[in-house]
């Protein structure tokens, strides 16, 4: 009896302290904003207002939001779990726009075979999760061969992977002769997914993931090893866990995740592949990832939440440049300011916090 | 009058927790000698020389220099007041030259580094004393020895009269402690005195003017040049003066006549294992640990004992040799399929090497066990059910005081981390436990509580090999005693032939 109550104690100032870490967070955040939008010239109430609120007040609204949403899952997925063993993925733009890239150029390929698409949309499916695994798990080998730091390797791999798009986008095979811009052609129907009153479909994949990612690492053997990784290397090398297997398997998990997002993109929102397609707002869904994963210290399970947040702060952003013409980048501003003080003030009154 | 003490340290104590590393400790050097400070490991010696440097602050006490008291709070003071130390791990910048390294902190002008006038002082220094090093090159690329000497002639730069030097010689070959030598007696010569730290007695004999010796905290005695014999400093290190007090600081353990299996649990077979950094491995080791036994390992810190430790769980380290559990060769297999051998497992270091810092009680206890048929269903899965089962178990078995097997680890005590590793050993039934110096740091309750589990084990036939670096604990508890000396197995010591001068002795190469 004693001894729940101070389980439930311990639990309850826990969730007590990090809501009061958040709230104070934005609170300071969103005030900072304020002042710079009022130094701006707008008026504030109402930019803050729109900000906020455009996700929730029209369909149109809602349905960006997650069309936003669910690549902001996957590449927060592709920084976090590596995170969570204390490895940088810069390296989920790339493996986004790898996987993309191999869906479009295998789509385009095998698209006049005729196949149907419950063969076609699996899979494209899986190849876009190969090529983002595969582009994840080459920077893990350079980690556990020959000790390349991975902040350094997927960065490069990144420019790799821009080139790639390039080179399928522009080759006469599958460019768009209509284009002016690297585009190719559409891919055949049955390769595309469609959407549910503005809903794409591709959320369905998303759910999928955030279980499969979920279930992977409370319940499996490997995620009990990644997670012990992270608590403690030596202790977890002394007790038998193979490390080197475990850095290449993270960016595995990783990347395959940023290809799937990619995939999903090109099969669902778009339906071909454009040059630069890994982007919104003006900015990468990579970068993105590494931001919102910020958000919840890398914590797996914050992800889903963490990522509509900003999906909504996105859309809020473009609705302030289209009705009030305040430029997109205050809400990178805002973004930047959130995290920051998240870090700061959870380093502040969480001893162990912030990791 | 002038004094003839340089330094003097009056009724020094520090505790760390529970544990009482300096118990009223008076030590004085005086002017213009080389003054040996030798004792175990975990004597003290390090403790308090790093008080008198200003790494730590004492409890209690009194420091003295030149007859003032003074009050040392950082090294920033202790260098003011002319005391320099040299470390057992070099703290040079790797990235500067020894010209930089060694003027470093010292110009008084902000803006500009007098390099050229700093030069032709430290060159003579370097003449006076006779070492000579490369002045322009990175020390990043320099061996130990020569940065040793570097670190040296830093701490006179800065016109230190007293020299502390923390187990100088771990890095030095014979010719390179000659030279040494011969250097610190040209200093000596011009007043500077030196406290020279060491677990050897050869090289106190050779090295020192006198000699304070340290025991658990306490200080034996101080001798002169005249009174050394190799026998009396041994007596110092290893015994007691007064045994009524060791008896009881030291833990209380029943061990009932050995019922020693008939077979060996564990067959050691002409081990060889490469050494890492300072340690010179494993030569050619061999010996047998039979189940109902506790086979203690004595050894000084960095004479293979470490390594013994590490290859009986990873025996991918052996470069040659076998090890044999239950008849079958182990030579070839994972960590973890060592642990499903029924071979249990505790380090050395349990914050480092033992823990999952912020994972809780549970994923503690499931380290190293994960693999193992209770814990792993479909080649795939954690029963975590099964965890808190034994999570639970163990809270209850080994008293360990928390509200549950939920909380982070890192949140408690020395002794309950402590306690939740050796549980982790015990949750399937243990052919073979191998622990690596179980109570270090721990109170004398907690000891009593480790000790007894080992005891236990032991009687209910389990083999254990307890490496241990405390002569005293193995004493206790062991039924053999073996003796590892710079990698070399020195002997075997039966319970009935145990004696403290003989283990002593063998245990610093005499």
Request: hydrophobic share 45%; net charge positive.
């Amino acid at each position: 009896m004693k001894k729940k109550n101070i389980i439930q104690k311990d639990l309850g100032t826990k969730l007590l302290r990090s809501l009061s870490v958040y709230g104070l967070a934005l609170l300071i955040a969103f005030g900072l904003i304020s002042i710079i939008i009022a130094l701006l010239g707008f008026s504030v109430p109402e930019a803050l207002k729109t900000l906020v609120t455009t996700s929730f007040k029209s369909a149109f609204g809602f349905q960006e939001t997650i069309k936003k949403t669910i690549p902001l899952i996957f590449t927060t997925y592709a920084f976090t779990i590596p995170f969570m063993i204390k490895f940088f993925n810069i390296g989920a733009w790339g493996q986004m726009l790898f996987g993309g890239t191999a869906v479009a150029a295998v789509g385009l390929l095998i698209g006049n075979f005729g196949l149907p698409s419950f063969i076609m949309i699996p899979l494209l499916v899986v190849v876009g999760i190969s090529a983002g695994g595969l582009w994840g798990w080459f920077a893990g080998f350079l980690k556990a061969k020959y000790d390349i730091n991975p902040i350094i390797s997927t960065i490069m791999l990144n420019f790799v992977a821009v080139l790639f798009v390039n080179f399928i986008a522009t080759s006469p095979t599958f460019k768009d002769p209509l284009e002016g811009h690297p585009i190719t052609r559409p891919l055949p129907s049955s390769a595309t997914l469609g959407f549910f009153h503005g809903i794409p479909y591709s959320i369905i994949f998303a759910i999928l993931a955030i279980i499969f990612v979920y279930i992977l690492l409370k319940k499996t053997k490997l995620g009990y090893e990644i997670t012990s990784v992270g608590y403690n290397l030596h202790s977890s090398q002394t007790y038998g866990i193979n490390f080197q297997k475990t850095i290449m398997l993270t960016f595995l998990l990783g990347g395959a995740l940023a290809g799937l997002g990619g995939a999903l993109e090109v099969m669902n929102i778009h339906g071909k592949l454009i040059e630069g397609f890994a982007k919104t707002s003006g900015a990468q869904y990579g970068v993105f990832g590494i931001l919102t994963s910020l958000v919840v210290a890398g914590s797996p399970t914050g992800v889903p939440i963490a990522a509509f947040f900003m999906a909504v702060l996105l859309v809020g952003a473009d609705a302030l440049q289209r009705t009030m013409q305040i430029p997109v980048e205050m809400v990178f501003l805002s973004q930047a300011l959130i995290v920051l003080l998240i870090v700061i003030i959870r380093k502040k009154f969480e001893p162990n916090g912030g990791k | 009058m002038e004094n003839k003490n340089l330094v003097e340290l009056k009724n020094v104590r520090k505790a760390f927790g529970k544990v009482i590393a300096l118990d009223n400790v008076t030590f004085t050097a005086a002017k213009g000698e080389i003054h040996g400070l030798l004792g175990e490991n975990g004597a003290g010696k390090s403790t308090l020389m790093n008080i008198l440097y200003g790494l730590y602050s004492p409890d209690k006490g009194e420091i003295y220099i030149d007859g003032k008291k003074v009050r040392i709070s950082s090294p920033f003071d202790s260098i003011k007041l002319g005391i320099g130390m040299v470390h057992q791990i070099s703290t040079l910048v790797p990235e500067f030259t020894a010209v930089e390294n060694i003027i470093l902190g010292t110009p008084e002008d902000k803006f500009k580094l007098p390099i050229k006038e700093e030069r032709k002082k430290i060159k003579k220094i370097m003449k006076e004393l006779e070492l000579t090093f490369p002045l322009d090159v990175k020390t990043k690329e320099l061996p130990a020895g020569v940065k040793q000497k570097i670190e040296i002639i830093r701490a006179l730069h800065k016109k230190a009269k007293l020299l502390i030097l923390d187990e100088p010689t771990t890095s030095l070959v014979e010719s390179e402690f000659r030279q040494l030598l011969k250097s610190l007696r040209v200093l000596v010569k011009k007043g500077v005195t030196v406290i020279f730290i060491t677990h050897k007695i050869k090289e106190i004999m050779e090295a020192c003017d006198s000699v304070t010796v340290l025991r658990r905290g306490k200080v034996q005695d101080t001798i002169n040049k005249e009174q050394m014999t190799k026998e009396k400093l041994v007596k110092l290190m290893f015994m007691e003066k007064d045994i009524k007090v060791t008896e009881s600081a030291l833990p209380k353990v029943e061990l009932p006549p050995a019922k020693r299996s008939k077979k060996p649990v564990c067959v050691v077979k002409n081990i060889e294992v490469k050494g890492k950094e300072k340690s010179k491995g494993l030569k050619n080791i061999s010996f047998e640990v039979y189940g109902g036994e506790i086979l203690g390992v004595a050894s000084v810190s960095g004479n293979g004992e470490k390594e013994l430790a590490s290859v009986m769980i990873n025996p991918s380290l052996l470069s040659n040799g076998d090890i044999l559990v239950n008849d079958e060769s182990i030579k070839r297999l994972s960590t973890l399929s060592v642990f499903n051998k029924g071979v249990a497992y505790t380090p050395e270091d349990r914050i480092k090497e033992g823990i999952l810092n912020d994972g809780s009680i549970k994923e503690n206890v499931l380290l190293g066990h994960h693999t193992e048929k209770r814990f792993f269903k479909k080649n795939l899965f954690i029963d975590w059910d099964e965890a808190t089962k034994a999570a639970k178990k163990t809270i209850k078995d080994y008293n360990v005081a928390t509200p549950n097997e939920e909380l982070a680890i890192r949140r408690l005590s020395g002794g309950n981390i402590q306690k939740v590793i050796m549980g982790r050993a015990f949750v399937n039934p243990t052919n073979l436990l191998i622990t690596h110096n179980p109570t270090s740091g721990l109170d004398v309750l907690t000891v009593e509580f480790i000790f007894n589990k080992l005891v236990e084990t032991r009687n209910n036939g389990g083999a254990v090999l307890c490496i241990n670096e405390d002569l005293d604990e193995l004493m206790i508890i062991s039924d053999r005693i073996a003796v590892l000396h710079n990698g070399e197995l020195k002997g075997i010591f039966q319970r009935s032939e145990f004696d403290k001068y003989k283990i002593g002795l063998l245990m610093i190469g005499g």
